[in-house]
């Protein structure tokens, strides 16, 4: 049947269009911000979920992808005048392409051994961007205020920057859905289940893999891009955070690996919950004990996430929660 | 006798017109100020990012105690702080910072703790026309991007070093090699890129000028490099690794006139490392020891304002019993700044409290304050000075700071660095 006319196609993107659109009408700065957080970090999740919820592959240092991809969108804006949309796009392109070159030699390896390389690939990276001139070097890059008048003024950039996330969040979602019912996607499910029966099936896994791994890393790159604008500034301590690279893994694994819809959820309660949490005037003094309470709840007893959990329980949803 | 019985409701009636007005008079004459700002109550920074709390706290307390500030029009303006967690990260800064302006309705801001975080904080500031004071934020970019409403009180990194090289030339004229080890991050290396550039202008040899990577804990390949005959040896990066580095300068007994190092001297803490801590000089941007005090800013004809180091000393120690950090200080700094610009525009009106901290000059215990007003350093700080300690013994053969430079503050004069 054709994926346009599957409800779990669309669920996922008129939800995340549904909420994009009120947050651009309702016109609340508050509101804006506290959605951009959660819009990034669901297509994050999303991203990193094509390899690791199709592939079965364990990356730790997804986050390089994010801060090579911003470092480079970053450096074409500010230091050669690209427009926040081409830069962004260039952003991701750099970041497909090292994952490409690197896909080819690290996606060899696997399970551990592939897990533990790629953070030594973030810290590389890290290695290189402290002490590479054109990027700043270990005190980074900054644009000057004026660069958003070009969009506007401050305001209207942040409303901009927003828009263009939101609409890349809706992009990575469609692209994960078409990756996991392609019959490319079926390859990728083989792998993540038996490799080498995989292969003797006929799956050329080294390529499949590559191929995810370059996906997986564009969207990061552009994203990357959108976030250091909106910061006004980008260095190395902020661009290859590991810490961010485990959250992804943790809101994958909340809303259920391997689904489309798991790391949106995953996202919006693990982003949600935070946010309530610190600005809360009872929790706000406890927040990290309490996320780190309802997060080892859930991952005791809803090991499979939560879309997982309900794909299990009722059958009837399978169709509609991808 | 009518008259008389009618006197009661003349009276009334009287009194019925005038206290609505005396009410609302009164009623106007409070204004409560809401400052807001994120702080690092968790994560990395929360050390620092505490203590920069308490300082402020201790002078919303105390402004408000002493009746706030009074406006000409009779207006009685107090102070409320209102903070959240940033947990040391900048995810979330600009999210918190929007909801402490729309939301919570905060008047002025004060910055997150370091660079990197007020930087993000920074735009929002700008964007929706509110002053905000840096503290706990030296890097100088922040101040070359545009903005005219974010104030720096801290002396910005280009400045951190500087101060020693001045000392050097003090201490020994025909000193002219150096070497400068620094960590890789944003900070440091933005401190010593201007001591490079300022010791060139000076005339110094800079023999070696190497970075390391931060969390390094052998500094023995970079130690190896120096080469002999070197006057002085600068540079370090925070508390850890300048503390290894300066205990294996030590250990490898190595010779120079001066070792001047960053962040970590200026510690309590590093008086752990006895004999090796002996002559090592460090930056701070201020010190209880420091003789900031009325005189002293008379004799610069500047004025005076706010309390004493004496009188903040004590007060921070009673509420918090521990010593005041150079952290506590910019945090009450940071309150000090805004409470004399309010008094000195006589509102809370963004572009009046702006004209006056343009305009501003001053003493206070934390030292002089002056900020940059043209547009390409606009908010920079310019008047502040660092305080430069070293770590002498005392009678009993234990380590003792005394603050070495500026020659306006200094309780010791600075000894050269002796054969080990």
Redesign the interface.
Known sequence: MKFWRQTGFWLPLVLVFLWGGAVLVLR???I???A??VLMFMALASSLNILLGYTGYVSFGHIVFFGLGGYTGFYLLSEQGWPLYLAAVGGGALSGLIALLVGLAVLRLRGAYFALATIGINEAAR?FV??FGPFG????M?????AYEKYG???QA?WTTFTFLWITTLVVLVVSYLVKHSRFGLGLQAIREDEDAAMVMGVHAPRAKTITYVISAFFPGIIGTLYFF????V????AF?LH?SIEMLVMVMLGGMGTVLGPMVGATAYQGLR?YL??SPIF??L??AVAGLILLLIILFVPAGAVGWVRGRIPALRKVLE | MKFLKSCPVILLAVLGLLLPGAVSSALAAEKTVVIGFTASRTGKLNVEGMRQINGLNLWVEQVNKAGGVKLPDGTQVKFVAKDYDDESKKERVQELYTKLISTDKADFLISPYSSGLADAAAVIAQQYNKIMITTGAASDSTYKKGYTLVYQAYTPASRYLTGALDLLGKLDPSAKKMAIVHEKDKFSTDVVNALKAYGETKGYQIALFEGYDSGTTDFAPFINKIPPGVDAIMGGGHFADTTTFAKQLYEKKVKTKMIALLVAPPEPKFAELGEACISVIGSSQWEPLAKYSPETAKAANLEYFGPTVADFVSSYKGKFNEDPSYHSAGGYVAGLILQKAILKSGSTDTAKVKAAMDAMDLMTFYGRIKFAADPKNHGLQVGHEMVYIQWFKDKQGKPKKEVVWPETGKTASAFVCPVR
């Open positions: 609340q700065d508050t804006r911000e506290t951009f957080t290695a402290s002490n070097g270990a005190t980074g900054f644009v000057n205020f004026s003024g401050a305001g942040l909106k910061n006004g500034n260095e190395p301590g902020d955070q961010m946010g610190l600005t706000k003094d927040h990290l």
